[in-house]
């Protein structure tokens, strides 16, 4: 059983930046694809960005990219998600999400996912 907590969120104003952080426990970090995931106020959860085992790859949503970089520290057990140039629509709350991958498969789907963390809230004023 893989734990997931998130940190790092908070209230930053447009064109601010914030990283956030996932620290994994309970499991081998490096066998996992992990998943930047977000969900606003009435809306589905959307994916974000994504990170294959060793770091190697990585993929966006089109309306992150430029703007978010996924990483990942395998000796910390921790995945990050440095953002910048940040945008009201980017209120939401932050989830990570860990995929047990055979090989550097990334996933942008939900349901490829077996862990979630609780999220984290993030909050862009105008």
């Known amino acids: 059983q893989v734990q997931l907590v998130e940190s790092g969120g908070g209230l930053v104003q447009a064109g601010g930046s914030l990283r956030l952080s996932c620290v994994a426990s309970?499991?081998?970090?490096?066998?996992?694809?992990m998943g930047w995931f977000r969900q606003a106020p009435g809306k589905e959860r959307e994916f974000v960005a994504a990170?294959?085992?060793?770091?190697?790859?990585?993929e966006y949503a089109d309306s992150v990219k430029g703007r978010l970089t996924i990483s990942r520290d395998n000796a910390k057990n921790t995945v990050y998600l440095q953002m910048i140039s940040l945008k009201p629509e980017d209120t939401a709350v932050y989830y990570c999400?860990?995929?047990?991958?055979?090989?550097?498969?990334?996933?942008?789907?939900?349901?490829?996912?077996?862990?979630w963390g609780q999220g984290t809230q993030v909050t862009v004023s105008s």
């Open positions: 309970g499991g081998t970090f490096g066998t996992y694809a």
């Open positions: 990170i294959s085992r060793n770091g190697g790859s990585t």
């Open positions: 999400a860990a995929a047990f991958a055979f090989g550097y498969t990334i996933y942008a789907q939900t349901d490829s996912y077996d862990y």
